[in-house]
């Protein structure tokens, strides 16, 4: 399914990237984890991003992965796949590829190396004469990349390249940067684009109040997210506020560098969605210490959620 990046809204999901205990790609645990989003009702799902460890896949481990996931999803919602790479052939032959493969669109963030805004914009005067008019979503997360998008700088390259249609927000502090780029973009750009956030949903109220298109992000309860974003464009801002509140020590917890990935596979494999937590390697292997915190937090999970008369969610108890 292609959509428009600039139109969408809502929840788009990150997917994982499952791995059997022999850290080779998981295929049956892929279509399992595809139709996981595809039944919370998602907007779309990214794949190959940040936690799709795509920098531990080769080439063609990554077409093959490319391949399996378009396949379960593309008739129901569309699919965006991280490209990123310092390499501009690989990033060009990735980005047709998915293309090819029935991808709605590309997400690009900068490289480690990128000092200055000078830098910044001729590295994405390079990516788009690679990509030409393929769909981009540029994504500014400097905590990850080492990667400092400017204010000025976004609105340069989201002025100068049409096929740059949506920018995912999750620089950290930068509420009022979101603030400021939206102002930007409704007043001052005679250009429309959507805004997505990330930061694994840790400031997702926040974020929505301030004018934020969606949400972007890999927490293991998809669900929970969509049905935060219902609420609060159904303006039941206090209800999605209180169903935010429920989740946060896990968003919390899922959030720390590190570690946070094989937190949330284990949460995914817990629940019975993917088969295997396994991270492949350089990754971190979860100890019975993590493993009992996580398990004391979903049990708290699951405890306010019958206080509160509200779904519990599958494998969680």
Do not use: W
């Amino acid at each position: 399914m292609t959509k428009k990046f600039k139109d969408m809204k809502g929840v788009i999901a990150i997917a994982t990237t499952p791995f059997n205990n022999e850290n080779t790609i998981d295929y049956e645990s892929i279509d399992s984890l595809s139709q996981y989003y595809l039944d919370s009702k998602v907007s779309g799902v990214t794949i190959l991003g940040v936690m799709g460890e795509a920098h531990k896949l080769n080439i063609e481990e990554q077409k093959l992965l490319i391949k399996r996931y378009i396949k379960k999803l593309i008739n129901n919602v569309p699919v965006i796949v991280g490209v990123s790479n310092p390499g501009l052939d690989n990033l060009e032959l990735l980005s047709k590829f998915s293309m090819d493969t029935g991808a709605s669109g590309v997400m690009i963030s900068g490289y480690n190396g990128l000092k200055n805004d000078d830098q910044i914009k001729s590295y994405f005067n390079q990516v788009i004469d690679r990509t030409q008019d393929i769909p981009i979503c540029l994504q500014d997360y400097p905590p990850t990349t080492n990667v400092y998008f400017s204010e000025s700088v976004i609105n340069n390259i989201m002025e100068s390249h049409p096929s740059i249609e949506m920018f995912k927000h999750e620089d950290c502090p930068g509420h009022n940067k979101l603030s400021r780029l939206l102002r930007y973009r409704d007043t001052k750009l005679n250009k429309k684009f959507s805004v997505f956030v990330g930061n694994g949903g840790l400031y997702v109220p926040q974020e929505l109040e301030r004018g934020a298109d969606g949400i972007m992000t890999g927490f293991a309860f998809t669900e929970m997210l969509v049905s935060l974003y219902n609420l609060f464009s159904g303006d039941e801002k206090e209800k999605a506020e209180d169903l935010f509140d429920i989740y946060l020590p896990l968003i919390r917890h899922e959030q720390q560098f590190g570690i946070g990935l094989g937190l949330r596979k284990f949460v995914l494999q817990k629940r019975g969605i993917i088969k295997s937590s396994n991270v492949r390697s350089p990754g971190p292997v979860l100890t019975m210490d993590d493993v009992a915190e996580m398990n004391h937090l979903l049990n708290r999970l699951n405890s306010k959620l019958i206080e509160k008369g509200l779904p519990i969610p599958k494998g969680i108890n």
